[in-house]
């Protein structure tokens, strides 16, 4: 009898038929030793907690019937509730399960802790985690690298990389989880340079190891390193880009306008066989927007076979920041007869298009559809765009009625937007008002007495840009990063800043610029010079 019911619940397909298999361990139980009982109903419970087809409901109830659970009931319920975000209506939870579990004298193992610390992790909970640290050196289960890992990762996640890096170097065995869980927590809190060191010393690296460091570089703001780093990827020997590398890599390049580096991947993907899924599309499709390339990012988005929000609003991005408005509005009406509702950065897509078109009452019908029809409440980012748009129109006095209504303090973005139109259009008036409030609140940001300056020159009030530098000079304001600028020439990028340049290239610019200075004479252009900090 237990063989067969044990056979019809590792067949089992849906709820229904678990039920009725419950039912018939029921009605037999009398004729079933208790330890056959108990190895049927644990079955019947890893069903449910773990099946696609089953109910996480259900294992709660079943688990409830259980007169004495053992260890495997215990750490199939912890794990079950692990990856668990949102509190069920339940007063059962890995803690609770595993305080129960102690209660009743049975110890937990190394499967009990990994699920316990995962929990940690997605509720953020580290001090619970140092909790249950304690219990793992206590019964002797700190040398288990399963175990270890799990808590490296979890202090990782939460911020706690010194006492990650301590757990490492105390493991006497150590694997590539190990070092990943620690990297992946350098990253994930920022910390890029002590990320890149421990990616260059260590020994062992998988897809996983190249994956976090590519993609860590680049939403760090580091696109160039992150490059460089895919390049060394390629000519390993032990791993090959993947799905995940090529997405990134294309962020990459659309953060530099590295058009060659971002065909390439694309070539790369084609030859390597990687079949481009909604993700590389979508950021196929940015990366040629932002690289200019507007044709190509239309070509990859019209060969979609499906497409998000994401993909439209890509799209939409890409007719936007080249001022292609009927275009990016037109994109819009086919997203709805497809059936895509549009999100708040599609909006902001759309305004910004209206915005570099100057369409002022293209601008504010979209600001209405907004709210009207798609019952999506603006957010300062839209305010900002629609400020834009109003203020690149000279538009000003309807600009700050704007800013006064909104539901939302006004944010930097709000104000450097009608800052900015008071540069393009001279408004010196407003700019003094306006690069005023916004140096109060940020008094150490140089971007807002740059602004300034720049409308005292423009208007030739030289008297504002010495009493504006003597501010400057006064509080030692200084550019956090020094400007620079990326050219890519046959592929290859280079980089020209303060900080230095590649010689090879830089006699040839240098040239180049001087002939252009002299044709510019020679037209009659006469520069506004402001000198240099």
């Given at each position: 009898?237990?063989?067969t019911l044990s ?5 089992c ?16 139980s ?10 049927l ?17 259900y ?5 409830r ?22 509190k069920?209506?339940?007063?059962l939870?890995p803690?609770c399960?595993?305080k ?26 580290p ?11 206590k ?7 399963f175990?270890?890992?799990t ?5 990782s996640?939460?911020?706690?990389s ?11 065995q150590?694997?590539i ?9 350098y ?13 260059c010393?260590?020994k062992?690296?998988n ?20 490059l460089?780093?895919?390049y060394k ?38 030859r ?11 950021a ?56 895509t ?19 002022v009452?293209?601008?504010r ?57 008071c540069r ?25 007495y740059i ?24 509080r ?5 990063f020094?400007?620079c600028?990326?050219?890519e020439?046959?592929g ?6 303060v ?12 040239w ?7 044709e510019?004479?020679?037209?009659g ?9």
């Open positions: 009898m237990k063989e056979l019809l619940i590792q067949e397909k849906s709820m229904r038929e678990l039920k009725q298999i419950h039912s018939k361990i029921i009605t037999t009398p004729h079933m030793t208790h330890k056959d009982h108990h190895f109903l644990s079955r019947l419970l890893f069903f449910c907690a773990f099946s696609r087809s089953g109910s996480l409901a294992s709660v109830s079943l688990f019937s259980f007169k004495d659970p053992n260890l495997f009931s215990y750490n199939t319920m912890i794990r079950s509730f692990s990856s668990i975000k949102e069920m209506v339940t007063s939870n803690f399960l595993y129960r579990m102690l209660a009743s004298g049975i110890q937990p193992d190394n499967l009990t802790f990994p699920f316990l610390f995962k929990s940690c992790t997605i509720k953020h909970e001090n619970t985690g140092k909790t249950i640290h304690t219990h793992v050196i019964l002797g289960l700190d040398s288990d690298v175990v270890c890992n808590m490296i990762y979890m202090y996640m939460c911020g706690l010194d006492i990650a890096l301590q757990v490492l170097n105390g493991m006497t150590r694997n989880v190990s070092w990943n869980s620690i990297l992946i927590g990253l994930r809190c920022g910390e890029l340079d002590r990320a890149l060191s421990m990616f010393d260590m062992e690296r897809t996983i190891t190249w994956n976090s460091i590519i993609t860590g570089l680049v939403q760090g703001g580091r696109p160039m390193e992150s460089k780093i895919f990827m390629q000519h390993s020997k032990d791993v090959e880009p993947d799905k995940v590398t090529i997405a990134s890599v294309v962020s990459a390049c659309s953060y530099l306008g590295a058009l060659d580096q971002g065909r390439w991947v694309h070539g790369y993907l084609e390597q066989g990687l079949k481009a899924d909604m993700v590389i599309q979508t196929l499709i940015d990366m040629y927007g932002k690289c200019g390339c507007v044709e190509r990012a239309v070509k990859v988005f019209n060969e979609m076979p499906r497409k998000d929000v994401l993909a439209w609003t890509a799209m939409i991005s890409a007719f936007a920041d080249h001022g292609l408005a009927d275009d990016a509005f037109g994109l819009l009406g086919e997203m709805e007869r497809h059936g509702k549009p999100n708040h950065v599609t909006f902001v897509a759309l305004l910004s298009a209206c915005a570099h078109a100057v369409q009452d293209r601008g019908r979209c600001f209405d559809l907004m709210r009207q029809v798609y019952g999506i409440e603006p957010l300062a980012h839209h305010y900002a765009c629609l400020i834009d748009l109003l203020g690149r129109a000279g538009l000003f006095e309807e600009a700050e009625e704007l800013i006064k209504g909104m539901p939302m303090k006004p944010d930097e973005f709000v104000w450097g937007a009608l800052l900015g139109a393009v259009h001279g408004n010196v008036e407003l700019g003094e008002k306006i690069a005023g409030y916004l140096i109060s609140l940020d008094p150490q940001n140089h971007a807002f602004v300034l300056l720049d409308i005292y020159a423009k208007a030739k009030q030289f008297e504002g840009v010495k009493r504006v530098r003597k501010l400057m000079g006064e030692k304001i200084q550019k956090t020094p400007g600028s990326l050219i020439v046959d290859q990028i280079h980089e020209f800043s900080r230095g340049s590649a010689e090879s290239v830089k006699e040839e610019i240098e180049l610029l001087n002939m252009l200075t002299i510019l004479k020679f037209a252009y006469v520069p506004n010079i402001i000198e240099e900090l």
